[in-house]
């Protein structure tokens, strides 16, 4: 019902930039939010930003605060992550958190995954 699909990975030098996006098609009623988790190699997913769509609000990993920046509208979130570091180096997911139509009310918001980017900085 709900597709989300991410683009912008890829391979940069430690210091470097990439904007990562995303986009939620299909049979959407309403998006609470949308954000971003990355999982390195031998680790566990973790949560990196994520947008408030009602209220614009973002919210940050401690880790990423003040490198990172998360925007959007529309059923599309960008990421634009600076000063990138060697640990940053994981496969970055896309969430949203939405309520899709139905032929009766809407369903109860639920979280929807986007197949991943991956991001790699070199040292």
């Known amino acids: 019902q709900v597709q989300l699909v991410e683009s912008g990975g890829g391979l940069v030098q430690t210091g470097g930039s990439l904007r990562l996006s995303c986009a939620a098609s299909g049979s959407i009623f309403s998006i609470n939010y949308m954000g971003w988790y990355r999982q390195a190699a031998g680790k566990q997913r973790e949560f990196v930003a994520r947008l408030d769509f009602s209220s614009g609000r973002p919210h940050y990993a401690r880790s990423v605060r003040g490198r990172f920046t998360i925007s959007g509208d529309n059923a599309t979130v960008h990421l634009q992550m600076d000063s990138l570091q060697p640990e940053d180096t994981a496969i970055y997911y896309c969430?949203?958190?939405?309520?899709?139509?139905?032929?009766?009310?809407?369903?109860?918001?639920?979280?929807?995954w986007g197949k991943g980017t991956l991001v790699t900085v070199s040292s």
């Open positions: 969430m949203g958190d939405i309520a899709t139509m139905s032929d009766g009310p809407p369903t109860p918001y639920i979280n929807y």
